[in-house]
């Protein structure tokens, strides 16, 4: 009897829940044509279909504040300052070391199984709340230059977005032993194709533009895993016979 409550315990480790739903906050920096960048808070939602208990997919909805430059000659050489809160929806998958590493009886392969990389597509919607059009004459180096000329680029744009994930999902069990909470520490870094995140997009042979616009986040979030119960084919959680 003993041995047959064992045996159902082991097989119930093998079964993880289909679907989630969570959310994060994040810390981070754009990395614009400004040299001086600011950091801010950011704010993520997601809704997540479990292809396996290491391969997630989720849609995650993404809103925070990217900021730089300065109006003052020690913040930025012209006066250029911007503030952008956006808005990203970004489609993305996650490869955790567990779905393709073997590691029954490792105690160390066992922790390094929830360490995970994933990319995906997106869109970011910028959108300028405080941006300098025009040059401030004290601040040009070579002497004053009239503020009818200006700075050129958008207050408002949408571009394509591949984030770029690291992290480890810490894997909480209920008591079948199946993975119904996760907590998500990561790293994104996210490279835009455009030059719309600081608003900014004037004449190269008037500023150096040596790479596109990206920012990064440090985040932690948390998931809920439910729905329909799935059988994976090797135990999930790890056990000692």
Same mark, same amino acid.
């Given at each position: 009897?003993?041995?047959?409550?064992?045996?159902?315990?082991?097989?119930?480790?093998?079964?993880?829940?289909?679907?989630?739903?969570?959310?994060?906050?994040?810390?981070?920096?754009?990395?614009?044509?400004?040299?001086?960048?600011?950091?801010?808070?950011?704010?993520?939602?997601?809704?997540?279909?479990?292809?396996?208990?290491?391969?997630?997919?989720?849609?995650?909805?993404?809103?925070?504040?990217?900021?730089?430059?300065?109006?003052?000659?020690?913040?930025?050489?012209?006066?250029?300052?911007?503030?952008?809160?956006?808005?990203?929806?970004?489609?993305?998958?996650?490869?955790?070391?567990? *779905?393709?590493?073997?590691?029954?009886?490792? !105690? #160390?392969? %066992?922790?390094?199984?929830?360490? =995970?990389?994933?990319?995906? @597509? &997106?869109?970011?919607?910028?959108?300028?709340?405080?941006?300098?059009?025009?040059?401030?004459?004290?601040?040009?180096?070579?002497?004053?230059?009239?503020?009818?000329?200006?700075?050129?680029?958008?207050?408002?744009?949408?571009?394509?977005?591949?984030?770029?994930?690291?992290?480890?999902?810490?894997?909480?069990?209920?008591?079948?032993?199946?993975?119904?909470?996760?907590?998500?520490?990561?790293?994104?870094?996210?490279?835009?194709?455009?030059?719309?995140? *600081?608003?900014?997009?004037?004449?190269?042979? !008037? #500023?150096? %533009?040596?790479?596109?616009?990206? =920012?990064?986040?440090?985040? @932690? &979030?948390?998931?809920?895993?439910?729905?329909?119960?799935?059988?994976?084919?090797?135990?999930?959680?790890?056990?000692?016979?």
């Amino acid at each position: 009897m003993a041995l047959a409550a064992k045996a159902a315990k082991a097989q119930g480790g093998y079964n993880y829940y289909e679907f989630g739903i969570g959310g994060g906050i994040g810390y981070g920096k754009g990395f614009t044509d400004l040299k001086r960048q600011d950091y801010h808070p950011a704010f993520n939602i997601n809704i997540v279909y479990n292809y396996n208990p290491y391969l997630p997919i989720a849609l995650e909805f993404q809103v925070g504040t990217l900021s730089g430059g300065g109006r003052t000659p020690d913040k930025d050489g012209f006066g250029r300052q911007y503030k952008n809160n956006y808005k990203a929806l970004i489609l993305h998958a996650d490869i955790l070391a567990g *779905d393709v590493i073997d590691y029954s009886d490792s !105690k #160390f392969l %066992n922790a390094v199984k929830n360490f =995970y990389a994933g990319t995906g @597509i &997106g869109a970011i919607n910028n959108k300028m709340t405080d941006i300098q059009r025009t040059n401030l004459p004290l601040y040009i180096q070579n002497g004053p230059v009239g503020s009818t000329i200006g700075f050129e680029g958008k207050d408002k744009s949408v571009e394509l977005l591949i984030p770029l994930r690291f992290g480890y999902e810490f894997k909480i069990y209920d008591s079948y032993e199946e993975p119904t909470y996760a907590i998500i520490i990561g790293y994104q870094h996210n490279i835009t194709f455009g030059e719309g995140l *600081d608003g900014y997009n004037d004449r190269p042979d !008037k #500023f150096k %533009n040596n790479a596109i616009d990206h =920012y990064t986040q440090l985040s @932690i &979030g948390f998931k809920y895993n439910f729905g329909n119960t799935v059988s994976y084919n090797k135990p999930i959680r790890y056990f000692k016979y």
